[in-house]
């Protein structure tokens, strides 16, 4: 158990809707970070909140968003969902104390547009 | 821009025989590497790093070895077992604390 969750686990929904994903991270841990695997892709970084900030953007679309709340828990917003969206969604977190950053990965949402 | 890249997406290996997976990489900002597992329905987990300023980590089974004037790390399991099996990311970290990943290698250990 890396101590990072992730609800839900599964989601099926439509095109044109809106989902929001939910990541609480390790206790003390300051940064949350989301990231993307589609079929035949690595993981594909999306965005990095520290502490309620953005800190760093990645390959995210406009129709994307997230933020980080005072809790630390952070939500990855996605609306105007196409087909291509459907992929497995990761949130990792980690104290980001400076040096090597281990990130702990959630289990991910499974993310299936119709 | 995969700065990042895995070349060989599976690999099958006999129990007890050594497993390399490789990884290359572009940025030669990353000030170090990491290498995470991950199994079917889970996220990654942390496997092993190293920095770049070090061309070798152990710990246990598990070895990762860095060329950076080839611009190329690998991973060394020795021996392997059923268990490995599992697929097998390289990731190059700043300290900016972001990881930026390479697509992934199936290992498969046969018994």
């Known amino acids: 158990d890396s101590g990072v969750t992730q609800t839900p686990k599964h989601l099926i929904t439509a095109t044109g809707q809106r989902v929001t994903l939910r990541c609480s991270p390790r206790?003390?841990?300051?940064?949350v970070y989301w990231y993307q695997q589609s079929l035949d892709q690595g993981l594909q970084f999306l965005i990095q909140y520290y502490n309620g900030e953005e800190r760093a953007k990645g390959n995210i679309l406009e129709r994307f968003s997230a933020q980080q709340f005072p809790d630390l828990h952070s939500e990855l917003n996605l609306s105007s969902l196409e087909l291509g969206d459907s992929a497995l969604y990761f949130c990792?977190?980690?104290?980001?104390?400076?040096?090597?950053?281990?990130?702990?990965f959630g289990s991910g949402t499974q993310l299936s547009v119709l | 821009d995969q700065q990042v890249k895995q070349n060989s997406p599976s690999l099958s290996v006999q129990e007890g025989r050594i497993s390399i997976l490789n990884c290359d990489y572009t940025n030669s900002m990353f000030d170090y590497f990491l290498w995470y597992k991950k199994y079917p329905a889970e996220g990654p987990t942390f496997l092993i790093s190293?920095?770049?300023?070090?061309d070798k980590n152990e710990d246990g089974r598990f070895t990762v070895f860095l060329n950076k004037s080839a611009k190329h790390l690998s991973l060394h399991i020795v021996p392997s077992q059923p268990g490995d099996s599992a697929v097998y990311f390289c990731?190059?970290?700043?300290?900016?604390?972001?990881?930026?990943f390479g697509q992934g290698t199936i290992l498969t250990v046969h018994p």
């Open positions: 990731a190059g970290g700043t300290s900016y604390g972001k990881l930026t």
């Open positions: 990792a977190s980690s104290a980001d104390t400076g040096g090597e950053e281990k990130l702990f």
């Open positions: 190293i920095s770049s300023i070090k």
């Open positions: 206790s003390g841990d300051l940064s």
